[in-house]
């Protein structure tokens, strides 16, 4: 059902600003055997870069994963500053308390991690953004070699089929750093895009967390940090699943069917209506580089059987 390289697991290297939903995604895919995370790369996105970093190593050492490094990213992107996700995620990013972490983050920042792991295993490495692109887009302007030797690219992000959630047009990934989505969906670059619209198709419901129990660490870790989330706030009633789908489109592809397309992304050189910033624009509906997630073709039962089955719910 997962993928693999000749039965042996799937290297991957998540880019990530956790954020709940970051978390739970991280979670689910320490779980499953067929894929080997060889390393995390922060960026500030949902929370400022030194809370996205600390959040990722102290889920690392609350499941016994110290042994994976986080490499620090983009504390800004690439124009302007990143307005944060608080009021969704907390100022922490986390809705569980988590013990500071003893460890601490590798001495290799994220453009030279992710440029040595990507040549070092060309067509293998299965790279998964989580937030915004600021460190992809980066990499892409100075190592562009590196980026192509990815053997798959899946990004969480952009409204292609659904009214935004950062503003009426843009997703809050592709808000929070316009220029870097489009230098990457100019680039060329096979992408397989999880957008807004098809991760509003899976989500948990606030009585379906009250009621969830885990026979593993990291199910248990997920379940109440989802729990803490709906503690936070009594007229929330659902959490959709955005990152969650965005690993799933990795680790059990069947659950999203998926549209070939060529897109590009609004910026400021575009329009000085900030509105508009992050805007997706198809140019080519029928075809092109990027796989776009079909929101009809997200099998909801699907992905929610395999989240539980990663997770240990019951």
């Not at 042996?8 to 970051?22: I, L, Q, R, Y």
């Not at 779980?31 to 080997?36: E, G, H, L, R, V």
């Not at 899976?202 to 593993?216: D, F």
Request: aromatic share 6%.
């Amino acid at each position: 059902m997962n993928a693999r390289h000749n039965n042996k697991p799937v290297p991957v290297v998540v880019d990530t600003d956790p954020g709940v939903d970051d978390a739970v995604a991280i979670l689910m895919l320490l779980s499953d055997p067929s894929f080997d995370v060889l390393g995390f790369t922060t960026t500030a996105g949902n929370v400022p870069l030194a809370r996205s970093t600390r959040n990722s190593l102290a889920l690392l050492e609350h499941i016994g994963r110290s042994d994976i490094p986080v490499c620090r990213g983009a504390a800004r992107p690439i124009r302007g500053r990143y307005a944060y996700a608080r009021q969704v995620h907390s100022a922490s990013g986390l809705t569980r308390r988590m013990k500071e972490p003893d460890i601490g983050a590798s001495n290799t920042k994220a453009i030279p991690f992710l440029a040595t792991t990507l040549n070092a295993h060309p067509g293998e490495v299965t790279l998964i953004a989580l937030g915004p692109l600021t460190n992809l887009a980066r990499l892409w302007r100075s190592n562009p070699d590196a980026l192509r030797a990815a053997g798959r690219i899946v990004v969480m992000g952009g409204a292609v089929n659904a009214r935004g959630n950062a503003s009426p047009h843009a997703e809050f990934n592709f808000y929070s750093d316009p220029t870097a989505a489009k230098v990457i969906f100019d680039s060329g670059l096979p992408l397989t895009l999880i957008d807004l619209a098809a991760c509003q198709r899976v989500a948990i419901s606030r009585a379906q967390a009250e009621t969830v129990r885990s026979g593993s660490k990291m199910g248990t870790l997920a379940a109440e940090l989802l729990e803490g989330w709906f503690a936070r706030d009594s007229s929330r009633q659902q959490f959709y699943l955005y990152d969650p789908l965005a690993v799933l489109a990795a680790t059990h592809p069947q659950v999203v069917g998926l549209d070939g397309m060529t897109m590009r992304v609004v910026d400021s050189d575009d329009t000085d209506d900030s509105a508009m910033w992050g805007k997706c624009e198809v140019v080519d509906a029928n075809q092109g580089p990027i796989q776009v997630a079909a929101p009809d073709r997200v099998d909801s039962d699907a992905a929610w059987a395999a989240i539980k089955e990663l997770l240990d719910w019951e």
